[in-house]
């Protein structure tokens, strides 16, 4: 059962953030209705993917070597300044057209680092899988885009430092839930 939730909730993700893409005019015609039904399935998803995961029996694929632990906190950094508004307010990235789903990747790979177990692999494996697609899906939507004006490089710097605390809090609520992040 753990198998299918867990399944169930990647491939849900993939609908949800894929929908917009795949049948815009019925999505159009769901209005804002539409917004809430698209953030419900993907909160069912979360919630999916996470009983899943914490449930699946542990299949044992490989295991990590030591450094990566700490490859996997600097990956996280580097994820959570892509997700933050950085982008449109720093001078850094600048014209980068997929910061988020960048940072989503990064994210993902970082995980894949250190997590050698069958559920590890399809939880992060499968969502690492959806950003080339949904990346694939936007472009052919919007094929033509333009960067905004660089920002600040204060504001950079000031994105960095956050990423790195909400990485520290984040690291807090792994061990709340039983997982070391921080290596040994």
Same mark, same amino acid.
């Given at each position: 059962m753990a198998w299918i939730l867990l399944i169930a909730g990647v491939a849900l993700?993939?609908?949800? &953030?894929?929908?917009? =893409?795949?049948?815009?005019? =019925? =999505?159009?015609?769901?209005?804002?209705k539409g917004k809430g039904l698209v953030a419900?399935?993907?909160?069912?998803?979360?919630?999916?993917?996470?009983? #899943?995961?914490?449930?699946?029996? !542990?299949? &044992?694929?490989?295991t990590p070597p030591w450094g990566l632990t700490h490859l996997n906190n600097l990956l996280m950094i580097v994820a959570v300044f892509l997700l933050t508004p950085a982008p449109? =307010? #720093?001078? @850094?990235l600048n014209g980068a057209r997929h910061p988020m789903l960048t940072g989503f990747a990064i994210w993902a790979i970082a995980h894949l680092l250190v997590n050698g177990d069958?559920?590890?692999?399809? @939880?992060?494996?499968g969502l690492l899988l959806w950003v080339p697609v949904e990346i694939a899906a936007i472009n052919k939507a919007e094929p033509t885009w333009e960067s905004r004006?660089?920002?600040?490089?204060?504001?950079?710097?000031?994105?960095?430092?956050?990423?790195?605390?909400?990485?520290? @809090?984040?690291?807090?609520? &792994? @061990?709340?839930?039983?997982? !070391?992040?921080?290596g040994h």
């Open positions: 993700w993939w609908a949800a &953030h894929l929908f917009k =893409r795949v049948a815009p005019e =019925r =999505r159009a015609a769901m209005g804002d419900l399935c993907l909160l069912v998803s979360i919630v999916l993917m996470v009983v #899943g995961f914490r449930s699946a029996p !542990y299949v &044992h694929v490989w449109k =307010r #720093g001078r @850094l069958l559920a590890g692999i399809v @939880l992060f494996g004006a660089p920002g600040k490089w204060a504001m950079d710097a000031m994105f960095l430092v956050a990423s790195a605390v909400v990485v520290g @809090l984040i690291g807090v609520i &792994h @061990l709340f839930f039983g997982l !070391y992040p921080f």
